[in-house]
């Protein structure tokens, strides 16, 4: 087998990987839309979505698209060998990036969310979103000026974020099963968990190959 075999079939499973983690928002989304359409009634923990239903929306969207289409961005040969793809493809990413972070900060500010998410929890969703929102600007901003290695790392660090919700499907996961469901205390740090870990695998990736997706 090849190198370039062998590195084609690592950047196959990172994709899937990535794909996978971000078939877990898309499919929630799917079901709340399902839910905010299909004439379902609201319940405690689903009338913020009912009460102010665009933001909501717009964030299922931009999460959707930001985190399978993202996925993509990994694959070398389409970054080099079709660097207009890669162009196309990030002119979309950038607006859905910031606008599943800002519809996710607006929800955090603005929805009346359930009693046992606590401050914990909502101040995660503030610290998270915003290093977002942030890392995709300030990718943008490094790009225009030609700074390939800021723009990669910044943009790994703000889809890591936004990554965030099919880790937290497995960090909490266990938990339902072994433990029941979560107090207000573990509903805020399992998430929590899941951001972190993401974060920490973007700088690793950030470090140990420090021009490998600048070209």
Same mark, same amino acid.
Do not use: K
């Given at each position: 087998?090849?190198?370039?075999?062998?590195?084609?079939?690592?950047?196959?499973?990172?994709?899937?990987?990535?794909?996978?983690?971000?078939?877990?928002?898309?499919?929630?989304?799917?079901?709340?839309?399902?839910?905010?359409?299909?004439?379902?009634?609201?319940?405690?923990?689903?009338?913020r979505f009912f009460a102010a239903p665009v933001p909501i929306v717009l964030h299922i969207i931009g999460v959707s698209v930001y985190t399978v289409l993202g996925a993509f961005q990994f694959v070398p040969r389409l970054r080099r060998g079709?660097?207009?793809?890669?162009?196309?493809?990030?002119?979309?990413?950038?607006?859905? %990036?910031?606008?599943?972070?800002?519809?996710?900060?607006?929800?955090?500010?603005?929805?009346?969310?359930?009693?046992?998410?606590?401050?914990?929890?909502?101040?995660?969703?503030?610290?998270? %979103?915003?290093?977002?929102?942030?890392?995709?600007?300030?990718?943008?901003?490094?790009?225009?000026?030609?700074?390939?290695?800021?723009?990669?790392?910044?943009?790994?660090?703000?889809? @890591?974020?936004?990554?965030? @919700?099919?880790?937290?499907?497995?960090?909490?996961?266990?938990?339902?099963?072994?433990?029941?469901?979560?107090?207000?205390?573990?509903?805020?740090?399992?998430?929590?968990?899941?951001?972190?870990?993401?974060?920490?695998?973007?700088?690793?990736?950030?470090?140990?190959?420090?021009?490998?997706?600048?070209?």
């Amino acid at each position: 087998m090849t190198d370039m075999s062998v590195r084609r079939g690592r950047a196959g499973w990172l994709v899937a990987a990535l794909v996978g983690l971000g078939v877990v928002p898309v499919l929630a989304g799917g079901l709340r839309l399902a839910e905010l359409t299909g004439g379902a009634a609201a319940t405690p923990d689903s009338a913020r979505f009912f009460a102010a239903p665009v933001p909501i929306v717009l964030h299922i969207i931009g999460v959707s698209v930001y985190t399978v289409l993202g996925a993509f961005q990994f694959v070398p040969r389409l970054r080099r060998g079709s660097p207009g793809w890669h162009r196309v493809a990030g002119r979309l990413l950038v607006p859905c %990036g910031l606008v599943a972070a800002l519809t996710g900060l607006w929800m955090t500010f603005f929805s009346a969310l359930p009693d046992h998410d606590g401050p914990l929890l909502a101040a995660f969703r503030l610290v998270f %979103g915003t290093a977002m929102a942030a890392s995709v600007v300030l990718g943008l901003v490094a790009v225009r000026r030609r700074d390939l290695g800021r723009h990669r790392a910044w943009m790994i660090r703000g889809y @890591a974020i936004g990554l965030g @919700a099919g880790t937290q499907a497995l960090t909490q996961l266990p938990w339902y099963l072994i433990v029941g469901t979560p107090g207000e205390l573990a509903r805020a740090l399992l998430p929590g968990a899941g951001w972190v870990i993401n974060m920490a695998v973007a700088e690793w990736v950030i470090r140990r190959r420090p021009a490998r997706f600048s070209s």
